[in-house]
């Protein structure tokens, strides 16, 4: 059952962000200052007397005369929050007075059969808190309720009526939602890529500076299963304002590896996989995040010399992991990009295999059988038995003789054994031998 959802919708600068920082429990959204700067929309948890839920900031509802570029964008944006959302809270500014843009937005707000809090925000002073609040009933969306995003007052209160007001028995947690990143170096293609999977308007690429946001995810559907898109519009472009590109756009995925119960590793395949491809792929394995290799821009790899180089650049740096499936895709014509998502579900299934305590102790019968073993100074390595102690990705305890014994070459040689009985394409694994007591 996947997470209540509280959209926040206003014009810009109104103090949405703001408020939604001091809701949520991660601190994502970012507050500027200039005007509309704060655009589409980002998902953040909160929780709230042991709630949960999600809160989706919008990019402000800006009035369609508006000469601003993308307010058509934004407006579609915040209209896709309201119609996901459960419950919405309409934030205003109460230091000014009804606008335009306000009228705009209840407009919107009011065409949906949906719970509504008024926030009249910016009331920083408690004692004049309710001064003029009633030119905001004119809004039509009901009773105006004062607040201080920057201080805080009145959020309590808002917050007890909105956990009230979410629907029934959707409190468990939201584990179904398989969260997938997109990581890779700048300008493989990732933006392109997510905006091929989302294939909603869902995030807006634009090169006004200054306009990165810290984290901004995407909820999308793929053959009815809800996946998050993992800090994807956090690629975008702009990310190259900062000096050193290539370490931040690594900071960055490793955030969202962190997150994510699959890595989608977008290689741009005129290049190959690379050294800091490499040094991902293996952070993510150390993580227990499951990968999936996407060489993206085949469109551009056209010769057979072409191919070769990127098959042997993947041989060569991913050896270690030869586990991990490869699409060829071109997010720019659309080539096999459906199979992306079927790969990455895929891999979060194999990421979440539990393997059967006597199938393992078949294959560790049929090793022993084999009598390939390690020994050493007169004593021998031997398996008794074996059994899953860990999920997500899969852990298996091997209870030995003499753990000491095993090296690095004896693991992956168990490894493989074990790859090769058991469908874990696109997962790690994790192998612990413990001395039998
Ligand atoms: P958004 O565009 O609606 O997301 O608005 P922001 O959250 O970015 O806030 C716009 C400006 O209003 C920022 O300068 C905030 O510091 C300021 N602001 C937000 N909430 C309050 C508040 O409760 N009181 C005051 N005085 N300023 C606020
Ligand atoms: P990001 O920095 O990884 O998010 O990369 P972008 O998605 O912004 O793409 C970088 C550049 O590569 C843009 O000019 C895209 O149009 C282009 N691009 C992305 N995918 C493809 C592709 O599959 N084929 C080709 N030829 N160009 C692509």
Redesign the pocket.
């Known amino acids: 059952m996947p997470k209540p959802v509280v959209a926040v919708v ?12 001091r809701i949520a429990v991660t601190r994502e ?1 970012i ?3 200039s ?4 655009r589409d929309r980002s998902y953040h948890d909160a929780d709230w007397n042991g709630r949960d839920f999600a809160l989706i ?1 919008t990019g ?1 509802i800006e009035s369609v005369k508006s000469t601003d570029i993308f307010a058509p964008h934004i407006r579609e944006q915040a209209l896709i929050a309201c119609e996901e959302a459960d419950v919405i809270v309409f ?1 205003v ?1 109460g ?1 000014t007075g009804v606008t335009d843009e306000d009228e705009e937005v209840a407009r919107i707000v009011r065409r949906q059969d949906k719970p509504v809090f008024l926030v009249v ?4 002073d408690p004692s004049t808190e309710t001064d003029g609040l009633w030119d905001f009933y004119a809004l039509g969306v009901g009773e105006p309720r004062p ?5 805080g007052h009145g959020t309590g209160d808002l917050l007890d009526e909105i956990v009230a007001a979410l629907p029934e028995s959707a409190d468990e947690p939201d584990d179904d939602t398989l969260s997938v990143a997109i990581v890779g170096r700048p300008n493989v293609g990732k933006s392109s890529l997510a905006n091929r999977l989302a294939n909603k308007k869902r995030s807006i690429v634009s090169d006004v500076a200054g306009t990165t946001r810290d984290s901004i995810d995407s909820l999308i559907e793929w053959k009815g299963r809800p996946i998050r898109l993992v800090d994807t519009a956090g690629m975008r472009k702009k990310s190259q304002v900062h000096e050193d590109v290539e370490y931040y756009s690594l900071v960055r995925g490793l955030q969202a590896i962190d997150r994510s119960d699959v890595c989608l590793l977008v290689v741009d395949a005129t290049v190959g996989v690379t050294e800091q491809d490499q040094k991902v792929a293996g952070m993510a394995i150390d993580r227990g995040c499951a990968v999936v290799l996407v060489l993206n821009k085949w469109d551009l790899v056209e010769t057979d010399q072409g191919r070769d180089e990127v098959v042997s650049s993947i041989a060569q740096r991913l050896s270690f992991a030869s586990w991990i499936p490869t699409v060829n895709v071109s997010a720019l014509t659309g080539r096999a990009t459906d199979k992306v998502l079927g790969l990455a579900v895929t891999a979060a299934e194999a990421r979440a295999s539990q393997l059967k305590t006597s199938q393992l102790n078949d294959l560790l019968a049929q090793i022993r059988e084999s009598g390939y073993t390690k020994s050493e100074k007169g004593r021998r390595l031997k398996m008794m038995y074996a059994t899953q102690t860990g999920s997500k990705p899969p852990q298996i305890s091997v209870w030995c003789n003499a753990p000491d014994l095993v090296d690095d070459n004896f693991e992956r040689f168990v490894e493989n054994r074990l790859r090769g009985r058991f469908d874990l394409t696109g997962t790690p694994v994790r192998l612990r031998f413990r001395k039998k007591a």
Do not use: I
């Open positions: 206003g014009r810009p600068n109104v103090g949405k962000s703001t408020l939604v920082n959204a507050v500027h200052e005007r509309g700067v704060t900031d402000g934030v500014d230091s925000n910016k009331r920083d607040l201080s995003a920057t201080h």
